[in-house]
């Protein structure tokens, strides 16, 4: 059993990391990252395939060494000390290897003493998490034989088996259905509080009505973080317009300025069959200009307009928008160095 002089102090946050650098052979996986995790708070961790969740995540748990940089697990070093850090985290990582020929009761109890879980207390505990987790049915059914969704189920289950203070997951609801996805969003809500939770996915809406906190990274650098209502308006704008229009676009940002100098393109689709491209539109501005914005660009024969509707940006309008700045900011930065 751990030592209780080791036991971490709890006003210290759940999470710190700082300056955190990972190269192979000079590539930046990460690249300077850093933020914290609070007690009891779900962080929604989002970015392209390659973009450096998966190695900040292994990091956190000790599985991987940093280049440089610190991260600590409530309070705790992770680089000396990883031993200790293990036995704060639940981590279920991407594609989660379980094995196959045990049954689900005889896996979480085999989990279950490897993390040091006192006898009395194992047989309760695994029974609450197969109730939390809804494995009743399931815990004497083999593990191969398991659909994908509850051998998600049976990797959460394992995560919080122990009651670590933080938890990890990668890319939990990956291949799952939508009833499935519903269930691990409502199980991963119901540790708010409890313990501190890092999610990655590519599932936009569910991190977005999850987690209390976004952070998105891209090519191993952080882009912005913030609830998500931050995020929107210091990303999107205060408004944003649909736009269904064919036309030439490097003609419609200038006829924008002239009529509103705050309205900006953001998003650009590629042209349908009949040449028309939805383009997304921003601006600080709150009160609504969308019938005065639709009879000056009608009345332009430059333009030929379908649509104009005022949306309700989502998470993955920031994504894209966040992503995709960052994205020709680093460009532009390579140009320069290249000419200089």
Wanted: aromatic share 4%.
């Amino acid at each position: 059993m751990p030592d209780d002089t080791t036991s971490p102090v709890p006003t210290t946050p759940a999470i710190e990391v700082q300056n955190l650098v990972k190269s192979y052979a000079g590539f930046l996986a990460v690249n300077n990252v850093s933020f914290t995790v609070r007690r009891g708070e779900i962080l929604g961790f989002l970015g392209p395939n390659g973009a450096g969740k998966s190695t900040t995540m292994r990091i956190l748990t000790g599985y991987l060494p940093a280049t440089s940089g610190a991260a600590r697990v409530c309070g705790i070093p992770v680089a000396t000390r990883p031993e200790e850090v293990k036995r704060l985290i639940g981590y279920m990582p991407e594609n989660n290897p379980l094995p196959e020929d045990m049954r689900v009761s005889e896996y979480l109890h085999y989990r279950g003493r490897l993390k040091e879980l006192p006898r009395r207390k194992l047989a309760s505990r695994i029974a609450e998490v197969m109730e939390l987790c809804d494995l009743g049915r399931e815990r004497h059914r083999i593990i191969g034989k398991l659909s994908k969704g509850f051998r998600q189920r049976v990797g959460i289950a394992e995560a919080i088996l122990s009651e670590p203070p933080v938890i990890i997951m990668d890319e939990p609801t990956i291949g799952l259905d939508p009833h499935q996805i519903q269930h691990v969003r409502d199980l991963i809500a119901s540790l708010r509080g409890r313990m501190s939770v890092i999610i990655s996915s590519h599932i936009l809406p569910e991190i977005e009505v999850t987690c209390d906190r976004v952070l998105i990274i891209n090519q191993g650098r952080i882009v912005t973080m913030g609830t998500p209502a931050e995020l929107r308006r210091d990303i999107i704008g205060h408004s944003v317009y649909k736009l269904e229009v064919s036309c030439d676009v490097g003609q419609l940002g200038p006829a924008l300025s002239v009529f509103e100098p705050t309205l900006k393109i953001s998003v650009v689709s590629a042209p349908d069959a009949d040449g028309f491209r939805t383009i997304y539109l921003t601006t600080d501005r709150d009160d609504p200009i969308g019938e005065q914005l639709m009879s000056k660009l009608a009345a332009d024969d430059r333009f030929r307009l379908r649509g104009l509707s005022r949306e309700h940006p989502t998470l993955e309008d920031v994504f894209l928008v966040a992503t995709r700045r960052s994205r020709d900011i680093i460009d532009a930065k390579k140009q320069k160095k290249l000419k200089g």
